[in-house]
């Protein structure tokens, strides 16, 4: 079993439309939350970084950490065609500790 | 703009002929990673500097080395490339300092290997 589980999708959404993702982990031990977005051929960008259990909300994005459940979650309200990406969830067990990536879920937004 | 410079974009390789990737960045982290991201997978940590600390992951294979010589500049050099080798190859960056511990990714080098 992998410590970080995503799907891949590809999840195909109307623009305007909300998106949807999120990830299980096994390590109780992780702390530390973060969603990076991936362009093709590109680097990842951190979207959102996240300490505990708990909520985050920056613009259209909201974060949601549910450690009790080992489940994190991305929402993106009012997605646009520019959305259209690869999410990476990514996680620590502290501010100083291996970064554990998730395989990524495809974002389509359609016009 | 502060960044994290990946240099070539695009690389294409002989199978056994060595291959140097470099990385540069200009936002003084004391921090520099190298993972490697095959397609629909999740980036894989290869090694990271700690200023000039090298910490290579236990499964990282021998084939693939690093140099640091300097803040600045890293490196990463695959002696002997391999077909399995082809991927997309990440440089990051972070400081230590806690509330800036966050990885500043590349735009990457996707390395063919022929």
């Known amino acids: 079993q992998k410590e970080v589980e995503q799907d891949p999708g590809p999840l195909s959404v109307p623009e305007g439309a909300i998106v949807s993702l999120n990830c299980t982990y096994s390590?109780?031990?992780?702390?530390?939350f973060m969603w990076y977005r991936q362009y093709s051929r590109k680097g990842p960008e951190l979207l959102m970084y996240?300490?505990?259990?708990g909520n985050k909300e920056d613009g259209r994005f909201t974060a949601q950490v549910d450690k009790s459940s080992k489940y994190i979650s991305l929402f993106i309200r009012d997605s646009q065609p520019s959305d259209s990406a690869t999410y990476l969830c990514a996680m620590q067990t502290d501010s100083w500790g291996k970064l554990q990536f998730g395989a990524g879920t495809q974002v389509v937004v359609t016009p | 703009d502060a960044m994290v410079i990946q240099n070539p974009r695009y690389q294409v390789t002989q199978f056994g002929k060595p291959v140097t990737l470099s990385c540069s960045q200009t936002l003084n982290h004391n921090v520099m990673y190298w993972y490697q991201q095959k397609s629909s997978q999740a980036p894989k940590l290869l090694f990271h500097y700690y200023d000039k600390d090298f910490n290579n992951e236990a499964d990282t294979p021998d084939n693939f080395q690093s140099r640091r010589p300097n803040t600045s500049f890293c490196f990463l050099d695959i002696r002997s490339p391999g077909l399995g080798d082809a991927a997309m190859y990440l440089c990051?960056?972070?400081?230590?300092?806690?509330?800036?511990?966050?990885?500043?990714f590349g735009s990457g080098t996707q390395l063919s290997v022929l």
């Open positions: 390590n109780s031990a992780f702390q530390y």
């Open positions: 996240t300490y505990s259990s």
């Open positions: 990051a960056t972070s400081t230590t300092r806690p509330e800036e511990e966050k990885l500043f």
